[in-house]
Nanobody
Framework: QLQLVESGGGLVQPGGSLRLSCAAS????????IGWFRQAPGKEREWVSC????????NYAGSVKGRFTISRDNAKNTVYLQMNSLKPEDTAVYYC?????????????WGQGTQVTVSS
């Protein structure tokens, strides 16, 4: 069974940083692109970023570009989302998902989510 587990969320002050991790179990991430999504209370799920299976291509939503960095370590079967200069509007549950390629919109696995709260 394909499983993804997110971690690294928490409470941080505006301007602070967090690094989220998305770890796979039961399968290798080597052949999957990984996307990060977020959903704030009362809002629809929003795409945040994606990284190709090789790590050679990355994409970001305009709202996070320049502040967030996606990366992967296939040896650790883990994808990361480094979030800097956090804003209150970044508050959401963050999810990762595995897909064949960025933008395929066909996801083979989702994580359970990790809460990020940006507040003073």
């Amino acid at each position: 069974q394909l499983q993804l587990v997110e971690s690294g969320g928490g409470l941080v002050q505006p301007g602070g940083s967090l690094r989220l991790s998305c770890a796979a179990s039961g399968f290798s991430l080597d052949y999957y692109a990984i996307g990060w999504f977020r959903q704030a209370p009362g809002k629809e799920r929003e795409w945040v970023s994606c990284i190709s299976s090789s790590g050679g291509s990355t994409n970001y939503a305009g709202s996070v570009k320049g502040r967030f960095t996606i990366s992967r370590d296939n040896a650790k079967n883990t994808v990361y989302l480094q979030m800097n200069s956090l804003k209150p509007e970044d508050t959401a549950v963050y999810y990762c998902a595995a897909e064949s390629s960025c933008g395929s919109m066909w996801y083979d696995a989702w994580g359970q989510g990790t809460q990020v709260t940006v507040s003073s």
